[in-house]
């Protein structure tokens, strides 16, 4: 059977901890788990300590940009001149009662000291830059829960202090990085030219990369050894028009690609742990056939374990 490889998924984000992981289903997909919060965080550690199958997970630690509001860089600040400084708003009522239902922010330092285990993490992440992301009404994304979106959003100043500070513990500890980029392209590209391009252990992986070919061939692959970049595709953003899709992996060096679901993986339905394995599959295939007709599904996805053995060595 192949070994299907999810180089980006997640757990949920539950703050209530009522969720429970399990670690069925995992049988046959090797998967880099992303933590982006310290609720996730605690759900995945758990779900690290209870799976008999740890040789089929790889732990990511990091916070993602739609929760680097909920921790603070440097000084310690109360609540409220802590998200005046890192929220961007307009509308007062809004900020005000965003600040009511959000948490007191949290000192990253700590929390990297704290938290972060060698032992257990292969990978930084999910970290990185969002331009278009939203403060939804009850402060910050929560998986089930539906909640309007305000116009509130995080000042990419703050969201590059807390990248910047996951850049460092990325070449500090000499592990790999998983990166996510909403519309920050240019931006997020200097700040890795600044901060990993001199480290060459640190390997990056961008995941669901919505930026140009241009950028990826002209900055990326052009300043970083083809080696240090891998570009992890999903159907649902990746392969939204399939040519594109296609298009995309006939345009970057075969041994950069991986594949990904985006999606949380802690739900032991088997419908829904088939149908990311379907997801898996589905990019496999498509792989297969932008390369070359004459490749199946099952080289493409022992291609893409290589590839992955490689990011994550
Ligand atoms: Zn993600």
Same mark, same amino acid.
């Given at each position: 059977?192949?070994?299907?490889?999810?180089?980006?998924?997640?757990? @949920?984000?539950?703050?209530?901890n009522?969720?429970?992981?399990?670690?069925?289903?995992?049988?046959? &997909?090797?998967?880099? @788990? &992303?933590?982006?919060?310290?609720?996730?965080?605690?759900?995945?550690?758990?779900?690290?300590?209870?799976? $008999?199958?740890?040789?089929?997970?790889? @732990?990511?630690?990091?916070?993602?940009?739609?929760?680097?509001?909920?921790?603070?860089?440097?000084?310690?600040?109360?609540?409220?001149?802590?998200?005046?400084?890192?929220?961007?708003?307009? #509308?007062?009522?809004?900020?005000?009662?965003?600040?009511? $239902?959000?948490?007191?922010? =949290?000192?990253?330092?700590?929390?990297?000291?704290g938290?972060? #285990?060698?032992?257990?993490?292969?990978?930084v992440?999910? @970290?990185?830059?969002?331009?278009?992301?939203?403060?939804?009404?009850?402060?910050?994304?929560?998986?089930g829960?539906?909640?309007?979106?305000?116009?509130?959003?995080?000042?990419?100043?703050?969201?590059?202090?807390?990248?910047?500070?996951f850049?460092?513990?990325?070449?500090?500890?000499?592990?790999? =990085?998983s990166?996510?980029? $909403?519309?920050?392209?240019?931006?997020?590209?200097? =700040?890795?030219?600044?901060?990993?391009?001199?480290?060459?252990?640190?390997?990056?992986?961008?995941?669901?990369?919505?930026?140009?070919?241009?950028?990826?061939?002209?900055?990326?692959l052009?300043?970083?050894?083809?080696?240090r970049?891998?570009?992890?595709?999903?159907?649902? =953003?990746?392969?939204?028009?399939?040519?594109?899709?296609?298009?995309l $992996?006939?345009?970057?060096?075969?041994?950069? !690609?991986?594949?990904?679901?985006?999606?949380?993986i802690?739900?032991?339905?088997?419908?829904y742990?088939?149908?990311?394995?379907?997801?898996?599959?589905?990019?496999?295939?498509? !792989?297969?056939?932008?390369?070359?007709?004459?490749?199946?599904?099952?080289?493409?996805?022992?291609?893409?374990?290589?590839?992955?053995?490689?990011?994550?060595?």
């Amino acid at each position: 059977m192949d070994k299907l490889v999810d180089a980006h998924c997640h757990v @949920v984000t539950d703050p209530e901890n009522t969720h429970c992981g399990d670690a069925e289903g995992f049988r046959g &997909m090797l998967r880099c @788990v &992303m933590s982006s919060n310290p609720y996730d965080w605690s759900n995945l550690k758990q779900m690290t300590s209870n799976s $008999v199958r740890k040789d089929d997970i790889r @732990v990511g630690f990091g916070v993602h940009p739609w929760y680097s509001h909920l921790f603070y860089v440097g000084a310690s600040r109360n609540k409220l001149s802590h998200y005046q400084d890192v929220l961007e708003y307009k #509308d007062k009522d809004q900020f005000d009662n965003l600040v009511r $239902v959000l948490p007191e922010p =949290i000192d990253l330092e700590g929390y990297i000291a704290g938290e972060f #285990d060698d032992a257990l993490v292969s990978v930084v992440g999910e @970290v990185g830059l969002d331009k278009l992301f939203r403060l939804p009404t009850n402060g910050f994304y929560v998986q089930g829960e539906k909640a309007r979106l305000t116009s509130v959003k995080v000042r990419i100043s703050h969201q590059e202090a807390v990248f910047r500070r996951f850049c460092r513990l990325a070449t500090h500890a000499g592990i790999p =990085i998983s990166i996510h980029d $909403v519309k920050c392209h240019g931006k997020l590209n200097d =700040i890795c030219n600044e901060e990993l391009l001199p480290c060459p252990s640190v390997k990056i992986c961008l995941h669901s990369y919505t930026g140009s070919t241009e950028t990826l061939l002209g900055q990326w692959l052009k300043k970083f050894p083809s080696d240090r970049v891998f570009v992890s595709l999903s159907k649902w =953003i990746n392969f939204k028009d399939p040519e594109e899709g296609k298009a995309l $992996v006939r345009s970057l060096p075969p041994n950069c !690609i991986l594949t990904e679901t985006d999606f949380p993986i802690d739900n032991p339905d088997p419908t829904y742990q088939g149908d990311l394995m379907e997801q898996l599959r589905y990019l496999n295939a498509q !792989i297969a056939q932008a390369w070359d007709g004459g490749l199946d599904a099952s080289q493409a996805a022992l291609h893409v374990y290589e590839n992955f053995q490689r990011f994550i060595e």
